[in-house]
């Protein structure tokens, strides 16, 4: 099946710092890709839609010059959360969309980065 | 406003039981809904409904569609401890298909 990786997997860093991860598609294309953010014990909640060659669409609340998202490639997108703050430690997971996918099913999720800001 | 809640938060069985998770929905322009199992990582895709009535099986795992009263089940017989996991429900909605998660069911199977 599809597969999408994440790394790191986890990250420690200290608070004001600049942390990225690195969501890639394996073996398949991947025109969309999905950030989301998990709380401990909460569901999943989207932050931004990146499409490949195109500026990501934030969702209501989320601060895109904090969360930056590049989608250069079919098989990357980039999260860099910038001056990291203890706030912002969370579990940060990316899905990817294949291409040319119709049915809502196909999105395949990484398994994730694990943020802890000191 | 879309919104997908789930109940109960969590629950406490034991093995050998058999559970009914809720998924209730209010969205426009619904297309489908979306069953999840959620270990230590990232999600791993169970069920996707489409048709009210229409239930669709897996195992021990089975699930189903109400498309008039806007929610959903999914059942486990027979839970095993390796069912204990956070079973979440999803809805996409928007123009990209973007998913709008419920809160989720955190299920733990006690010996």
């Known amino acids: 099946g599809a597969v999408v990786s994440q790394h790191p997997s986890r990250v420690i860093c200290k608070s004001g710092t600049s942390v990225k991860i690195e969501c890639r598609s394996l073996?398949?294309?991947?025109?969309?890709m999905f950030w989301y953010r998990q709380f401990p014990k909460q569901s999943l909640m989207l932050m931004a839609t990146?499409?490949?060659?195109?500026?990501?669409?934030?969702e209501q609340g989320v601060e895109k010059d904090k969360f930056l998202i590049n989608h250069a490639s079919l098989t990357l997108s980039t999260l860099t959360v910038t001056s990291a703050h203890p706030e912002d430690s969370s579990f940060y997971i990316c899905s990817a969309r294949a291409q040319g996918a119709g049915g809502y099913n196909e999105q395949f999720f990484g398994p994730g980065t694990r943020l802890t800001v000191l | 406003e879309d919104k997908v809640v789930q109940s109960p938060l969590s629950l406490v069985v034991h093995e050998g039981d058999t559970v009914t998770l809720n998924c209730s929905y209010e969205?426009?322009?619904?297309?489908?809904l979306l069953w999840y199992k959620q270990e230590k990582k990232a999600p791993t895709f169970l069920f996707m409904l489409t048709s009210s009535g229409i239930e669709k099986k897996s195992g021990r795992l089975s699930s189903i569609l109400d498309k008039k009263e806007l929610f959903s089940i999914l059942n486990i017989t027979a839970t095993q401890t390796g069912d204990s996991a956070v079973y979440l429900c999803a809805v996409p909605t928007g123009t990209a298909s973007k998913l709008t998660f419920g809160t989720g069911t955190r299920l733990q199977v006690t010996l």
């Open positions: 969205v426009t322009n619904f297309r489908s």
């Open positions: 990146s499409n490949e060659g195109s500026k990501a669409t934030y």
């Open positions: 073996d398949f294309q991947a025109t969309t």
